[in-house]
């Protein structure tokens, strides 16, 4: 299984930005996709997440982000707006079969990371 997260970059606050998670080996619909972010010397936090179960947002990210998924193309998009200097982290994706958690010892399976810097 493999898992390969894009499209970080540098972006000044309020701008947007597009993440994409593409995965193989794994039979993708029947997984879970999460977003978790870490900053340095901060834990690794759940930002969104999508399965056949629904759709989950932190508190801190609703209404500026949103998570959808394309099963034929195996990818899993997290389309951020109204960025703040505060989302600046490394975004990482991660699947587990079946359900999200909130918890990221809860998943088998993660992608290396891209990060997104917003500037103030």
């Known amino acids: 299984v493999q898992l390969q997260a894009s499209g970080g970059g540098l972006v000044q606050a309020g701008g947007s930005l597009r993440l994409s998670c593409a995965a193989s080996g794994l039979t993708f619909s029947s997984y879970a996709v999460a977003w978790f972010r870490q900053s340095p010397g901060k834990d690794r936090d759940m930002v969104a997440a999508?399965?056949?179960?629904?759709?989950y947002y932190a508190d801190s990210v609703k209404g500026r982000f949103t998570i959808s998924r394309d099963n034929a193309k195996n990818t899993v998009y997290l389309q951020m707006d109204s960025l703040k200097p505060e989302d600046t982290a490394i975004y990482l994706c991660?699947?587990?079969?079946?359900?999200?958690?909130?918890?990221?010892?809860?998943?088998?399976?993660w992608g290396q990371g891209t990060l997104v810097t917003v500037s103030s």
């Open positions: 999508t399965s056949w179960r629904g759709t």
């Open positions: 991660a699947a587990q079969k079946d359900k999200w958690y909130i918890s990221a010892t809860n998943y088998d399976y």
